[in-house]
Nanobody
Framework: QVQLVESGGGSVQAGGSLRLSCAASGDTARRYYMAWFRQAPGKEREGVATIDRRGYTRYTDSVKGRFTVSRDNAKNTVYLQMNSLKPEDNAMYSC???????????????WGQGIQVTVSS
């Protein structure tokens, strides 16, 4: 079992930055594949970024060059640094974990409760 808690969301103007954190507790989270997803109203959940146990990262095309996912295994925490935010980044962001590699597909077994990111133009 892994429990995930997100923090760091909020409101920012377009062009600004936010850093989301996902603190994992329970099982040894450093063994898990971790990912960030987002869901905007009326839209399907979208995979944003993933990071594997060795730090290999993948991103959806719309955030490449703007978002960076990282992990601190000593703190059991995964981060999503979001720069150059755009209004289309408005969404509820959730982190996810699994011992299997699902990439950007929303098939992960463990999920956080989600945190809102609002970008105003």
């Amino acid at each position: 079992q892994v429990q995930l808690v997100e923090s760091g969301g909020g409101s920012v103007q377009a062009g600004g930055s936010l850093r989301l954190s996902c603190a994992a507790s329970g099982d040894t989270a450093r063994r898990y594949y971790m990912a960030w997803f987002r869901q905007a109203p009326g839209k399907e959940r979208e995979g944003v970024a993933t990071i594997d146990r060795r730090g290999y990262t993948r991103y959806t095309d719309s955030v490449k060059g703007r978002f960076t996912v990282s992990r601190d295994n000593a703190k059991n925490t995964v981060y999503l640094q979001m720069n150059s935010l755009k209004p289309e980044d408005n969404a509820m962001y959730s982190c996810a974990a699994d011992w299997r590699d699902f990439g950007l597909r929303p098939l992960y077994n463990y999920w956080g409760q989600g945190i809102q990111v609002t970008v105003s133009s």
